[in-house]
């Protein structure tokens, strides 16, 4: 009897992202749905605010999940963590095979990378908050905001992607020696999602919005 050959393709690994706050998860889900990459899932943590417990959770979900690849996403300010206790977590963090990606000190760092650098150390959160208010007025940073009037938040800042990586990676090397620790360290995390996902694959619509 004759047995169909099997396409010689290895499937595509699987990546799970959990988001410790909300805003994390849901600004990750938007990414998933309008990149459509169909072998990454996002969740949020529920609600658990210690970066150790936070770590073990993302462990659990990897195992239970199956999945090939796990990333832990935090902000600082959130958490209520400093440089010193995520540097002692890292390492047990990667014990449990998770993948940290912080920013310090909240996600709205990232989203400010999509429109301009910094020239020196940036802690405050309003400000940073401010300055994005500045390019896109409606903007909030809450979990509500991404649920109701950003809810194509992504697609809005998606083609500066590129521009928040460069300036993500100038900060870094600006402020790294001062923090003892990368601010933000997202650059690995798109990278990551690239290697495991491909591409993103945007409609001409969704490409041209916010340019």
Same mark, same amino acid.
Request: aromatic residues 10%; contains cysteine; charged residues 25%.
């Given at each position: 009897?004759?047995?169909?050959?099997?396409?010689?393709?290895?499937?595509?690994?699987?990546?799970?992202?959990?988001?410790?706050?909300?805003?994390?998860?849901?600004?990750?889900?938007?990414?998933?749905?309008?990149?459509?990459?169909?072998?990454?899932?996002?969740?949020?943590?529920?609600?658990?605010?210690?970066?150790?417990?936070?770590?073990?959770?993302?462990?659990?979900?990897?195992?239970?999940?199956?999945?090939?690849?796990?990333?832990?996403?935090?902000?600082?300010?959130?958490?209520?963590?400093?440089?010193?206790?995520?540097?002692?977590?890292?390492?047990? &963090?990667?014990?449990?095979? *998770?993948?940290?990606?912080?920013?310090? %000190?909240? =996600? /709205?760092?990232?989203? $400010?990378?999509?429109?301009?650098?910094?020239?020196?150390?940036?802690?405050?959160?309003?400000?940073?908050?401010?300055?994005?208010?500045?390019?896109?007025?409606?903007?909030?940073?809450?979990?509500?905001?991404?649920?109701?009037?950003?809810?194509?938040?992504?697609?809005?800042?998606?083609?500066?992607?590129?521009?928040?990586?460069?300036?993500?990676? &100038?900060?870094?090397?600006? *402020?790294?020696?001062?923090?003892?620790? %990368?601010? =933000? /360290?997202?650059?690995? $995390?798109?990278?990551?999602?690239?290697?495991?996902?491909?591409?993103?694959?945007?409609?001409?619509?969704?490409?041209?919005?916010?340019?």
């Amino acid at each position: 009897m004759k047995t169909r050959k099997r396409k010689n393709q290895a499937p595509r690994k699987t990546m799970l992202i959990v988001g410790a706050n909300e805003k994390e998860a849901l600004f990750f889900s938007q990414v998933r749905k309008d990149a459509r990459y169909s072998n990454l899932s996002v969740e949020w943590a529920g609600g658990e605010s210690n970066l150790e417990k936070l770590i073990s959770i993302a462990s659990r979900k990897r195992s239970s999940g199956k999945f090939n690849e796990v990333w832990l996403v935090f902000s600082f300010v959130d958490l209520g963590v400093d440089v010193e206790t995520v540097k002692e977590l890292i390492p047990i &963090a990667t014990k449990k095979k *998770v993948n940290l990606c912080w920013s310090n %000190p909240g =996600i /709205n760092l990232w989203y $400010l990378f999509h429109f301009r650098g910094a020239n020196g150390l940036i802690t405050d959160s309003d400000s940073i908050d401010n300055a994005i208010k500045k390019e896109i007025p409606d903007y909030k940073n809450t979990a509500k905001y991404l649920r109701t009037e950003g809810l194509d938040f992504y697609q809005r800042i998606c083609v500066k992607d590129n521009d928040a990586n460069r300036n993500a990676r &100038a900060y870094n090397e600006a *402020v790294e020696n001062v923090l003892g620790l %990368p601010a =933000i /360290n997202y650059i690995e $995390l798109h990278l990551a999602i690239i290697e495991n996902c491909g591409a993103a694959n945007f409609t001409q619509n969704q490409r041209t919005i916010g340019m």
